[in-house]
Nanobody, 122 residues
Framework: QVQLVESGGGLVQAGGSLRLSCAAS????????MGWFRQAPGKEREFVAA????????YYADFVKGRFTISRDNAKNTVYLQMNSLKPEDTAVYYC???????????????WGQGTQVTVSS
């Protein structure tokens, strides 16, 4: 059973940075894609970033390109989301997700973490 545990959320001022972590366990993730999603109050959950674990291909939503970076640490089985130049509109609960790799990595994830709150003040 896949387990995903996020950490690293918090309160930050606009223009600041945070790094989210997602510790993954329960599988060998070499054939998986790992994604980050977010959900703001009153809005639907949306795709933020994803990467394929083995090849390291990265994909980003347009609204985070140039500001967010997804990466992994194989030794720690951990995926990170480095968030720079944060804006108040980035305020949301951020979720880590996992799925078997497929050509489309922006949807249809099978396993989810519990989420971590990110709040960006203006």
């Amino acid at each position: 059973q896949v387990q995903l545990v996020e950490s690293g959320g918090g309160l930050v001022q606009a223009g600041g940075s945070l790094r989210l972590s997602c510790a993954a366990s329960g599988r060998t993730f070499s054939s998986y894609a790992m994604g980050w999603f977010r959900q703001a109050p009153g809005k639907e959950r949306e795709f933020v970033a994803a990467m394929t674990w083995s090849a390291g291909f990265r994909y980003y939503a347009d609204f985070v390109k140039g500001r967010f970076t997804i990466s992994r640490d194989n030794a720690k089985n951990t995926v990170y989301l480095q968030m720079n130049s944060l804006k108040p509109e980035d305020t949301a609960v951020y979720y880590c997700a996992a799925k078997k790799s497929s050509p489309v990595v922006t949807i249809a994830y099978d396993d989810w973490g519990q989420g971590t709150q990110v709040t960006v003040s203006s």
